[in-house]
């Protein structure tokens, strides 16, 4: 079954999206890879996820963690996309936040990517190709408008 794809278009703030759809996610029962564009990304990330909501727990790990496979939330870096022989690249393949300028490797895996992109010019363009990518390939595709908080 081809995955659903979401896109949150003129994000103030693509990080603290990220942190308040993830948990989210997490609150309803949800297993989510998140793809960064690169290591520096996925650590600012991760250290975020620890003090978003200061009365919240959000159990999340990188995804070169022993514990990957097992915790909820796995932060992933666009440059680290090799899989060991045998052993899938992803850890779960319930949803995929990509904050990635590029289309995610194995994406079809999973039921519901979202695609979160910032207000910047340079970040539109890419976000713009990804969804000709999408569409051509007949995902069901919805847009948001992130700051509005409405669909577009």
């Known amino acids: ?15 603290a999206l990220a942190c308040e759809l993830v948990g989210r996610a997490y609150g309803s029962g949800r297993k989510v890879v998140v793809r960064m564009p690169d290591e520096a990304s996925a650590q600012v990330l991760d250290r975020m996820l620890w003090t978003h909501e200061r009365l919240t ?10 514990l990957a496979g097992e915790t909820p939330i796995v932060i992933a ?7 060991a022989v045998g052993k899938p690249l992803w850890p779960h393949t ?3 936040f990509n904050l990635a300028p590029d289309l995610p490797p194995a994406y079809p895996d999973f ?30 595709l919805k847009a948001f408008d992130a700051e509005l908080r409405v669909a577009l």
């Open 1 to 15: 079954m081809a995955p659903r794809v979401q896109f949150y278009h003129n994000t103030p703030d693509p990080l």
């Open 77 to 83: 870096s666009a440059a680290d996309t090799s899989a």
């Open 94 to 96: 319930d949803m995929l």
């Open 57 to 66: 727990f959000i159990p999340h790990v990188l995804q070169d963690s022993p």
């Open 111 to 140: 039921k519901l990517v979202v695609e979160i992109v910032s207000q910047r010019e340079a970040d539109k363009l890419p976000a713009r190709a990804r969804w000709t990518q999408y569409r051509e390939r007949g995902l069901t």
